[in-house]
């Protein structure tokens, strides 16, 4: 099976085009962590499409970072849904409304909805497990902490940018910078807890056991092969070997025969074939008499 015929690429390809799709369906500023994640899921995701390509492998590119990617996009949507939208349904929003809005809708439903939920699919779907070790959960964390203290230097920085605040969580009014601090360690347990189930789950998918193919069934032809190969070999004349009876002693007896030499035996006037007569300088019978 080619790496073309594999789900786990076009799956990944599925990943990028809603991404680049999102992107292109409406304007979207850098500055905003939606964007973000997924400008990182493009990437990560395009290189493993091309790494798998190149090599002729479904392994991803990089797959101790596959576990980041995963969380840092897994925020993206629940921090949409259920903090900025207080858990609305989304969908008839792209339906509903005059066409820019709609637009605008469909293009955050592929980046807040779409995308998320189909890399955590990836992760939960394919392979491999036990890449990233539990000592990298502090670091997945340092990027959602960097991202939120450089907006808030932004805002202090640049007082007049539009956006100033990205989120609400971000702003000092009403709550002071105190209650922005307490909104980041909330938000970091939180990321934290996500990532430990991240990292649960794929090793609970790695203790699974594996299904393998069964095995065809054997052919008579192999079959036959196989009894024959199995077959204990008769020893006789056939294998060049003879057979050496015993006496009643239990030793092996001597056995002539034609082109088997039997032992020299002496005697008077003893001759035949094979067989040896008086030795020299013993007296002849004949001599004798």
Same mark, same amino acid.
């Given at each position: ?16 085009? =809603?991404?680049?799709? !999102? ?22 995701? !395009? ?8 090599? /002729? ?19 993206? =949507? ?21 066409? #820019? ?87 970091? #347990? ?24 069964? #095995? ?42 034609? /082109? ?16 040896? /007569? ?12």
């Amino acid at each position: 099976m080619t790496v073309l015929s594999r789900p786990e690429l076009w799956w990944r390809v599925a990943i990028v085009a =809603c991404g680049y799709t !999102g992107f292109q369906m409406d304007q979207h500023r850098f500055a905003y962590y939606t964007n973000q994640s997924n400008l990182i899921v493009l990437g990560y995701f !395009g290189a493993t499409i091309y790494w798998m390509l190149k090599r /002729g492998t479904t392994a991803p590119a990089a797959p101790r970072l596959r576990g980041p990617v995963t969380l840092w996009i897994v925020i993206t =949507c629940l921090i949409s849904h259920f903090v900025l939208n207080h858990g609305a349904n989304p969908l008839p929003g792209l339906t509903h409304g005059d066409p #820019a809005t709609e637009l605008t809708n469909r293009s955050l439903f592929l980046m807040h909805y779409a995308v998320p939920i189909m890399v955590l699919l990836d992760w939960l779907l394919f392979g491999p497990r036990r890449a990233s070790p539990w000592r990298d959960l502090p670091l997945w964390l340092i990027y959602p902490f960097v991202y939120g203290i450089t907006s808030i230097f932004r805002a202090i920085l640049f007082p007049e940018v539009p956006d100033r605040y990205p989120y609400f969580f971000f702003s000092p009014e009403g709550k002071g910078y105190l209650g922005v601090a307490l909104w980041m360690v909330a938000l970091l #347990a939180l990321f934290a807890l996500l990532g430990a189930a991240l990292l649960t789950l794929d090793r609970l998918l790695a203790a699974l056991p594996r299904r393998t193919a069964p #095995a065809p069934p054997a052919t008579a032809s192999q079959t036959a092969t196989a009894g024959q190969a199995r077959a204990p070999r008769q020893a006789g004349p056939a294998d060049g070997r003879a057979s050496h009876p015993s006496d009643d002693s239990g030793k092996p007896g001597l056995v002539t025969g034609p /082109g088997i030499a039997g032992p020299e035996i002496t005697g008077p006037g003893i001759t035949g074939p094979g067989i040896t /007569g008086p030795r020299s300088g013993s007296p002849s019978p004949t001599a004798r008499g």
